[in-house]
């Protein structure tokens, strides 16, 4: 069964960065479009950033000049570069294709950007 495990996140000040990694067991990004999602307390996963299987790339406006997405084929991994982070970037961020697949989600790492 396919899940995604996500890594790299963690405690930043704001204004710093977190390069987020995300991996599976097969290159599954090769077939499907891929997402970075997120989940702050209280709200609902919203997609913040996608990339399509072709490279090209779309961010929510929120995230737009400060985060991109990419593909890492030398770890055969979709990451998230968090450039700029602030305190409203603070969620659980995920990553799953693009739309999601319910039975795909992994359990996501933790990004807390506080002083």
């Known amino acids: 069964q396919v899940q995604f495990v996500e890594s790299g996140g963690g405690l930043v000040q704001p204004g710093g960065s977190l390069r987020l990694s995300c991996t599976n067991s097969?290159?599954?990004?090769?077939?499907?479009?891929m997402g970075w999602y997120r989940q702050a307390p209280g709200q609902a996963r919203e997609l913040i950033a996608h990339?399509?299987?072709?490279?090209?790339?779309n961010f929510v406006d929120s995230v737009k000049g400060r985060f991109t997405i990419s593909i890492d084929n030398a770890l055969d991994a979709v990451a998230l570069q968090m450039n700029n982070l602030k305190p409203e970037d603070t969620a659980v961020y995920y990553c799953?294709?693009?739309?999601?697949?319910?039975?795909?989600w992994g359990q996501g790492t933790q990004v807390t950007v506080s002083s």
């Open positions: 990339i399509t299987t072709t490279g090209r790339t």
């Open positions: 799953n294709t693009q739309p999601a697949r319910p039975g795909y």
């Open positions: 097969a290159p599954i990004y090769r077939l499907y479009d």
